[in-house]
């Protein structure tokens, strides 16, 4: 086992529960799918923070189901990687609430793009991910 240094050590990561998308939100209120249709708040959150220049050092990721269920809303936190600083989680509307939402994760994990790599330099037989392999 080798330890790494991802950038977002130093920040944070933004967990957006993909069941929310997939199967509660179409089960419980067809209307609402409909109206989400085939936006994912964690792909409109992954290329916004690249534009703003965030990406890597702010990552946001999928989940699983994190028990926290309410109707026609997604469950998101905000997860700081800073002694100290406690975790927030909401629940939203990934249509109406996401530029709200984003504010708040920038206002929480912000702090600048340093351009530091991914990882530090791993040992051999690690490859390196590049946050530029991903669409």
Known sequence: ?????????????VLVCERCYKE???DEDPDKAAEIGDFNLR???????????HWGKIRAISTSCMDV????????VINPQ??????????????VDREAFYA????????????????????AGFERYEDERSP
């Open 104 to 123: 708040k994760i920038v206002q929480r994990l912000g702090g600048g793009h340093d351009g530091a790599t991914t990882m530090d330099a791993p040992k």
């Open 69 to 76: 269920c309410a109707r026609q809303r997604v469950t998101v």
């Open 24 to 26: 509660r939100i179409p």
């Open 43 to 53: 792909d409109w959150l992954k290329k916004r923070l690249k534009a703003e220049g």
């Open 82 to 95: 800073i002694d100290g600083e406690p975790a927030e989680a909401f629940v939203l509307d990934p249509i």
């Open 1 to 13: 086992m080798q330890p790494i240094k991802p950038k977002w050590m130093n920040s944070g990561l």
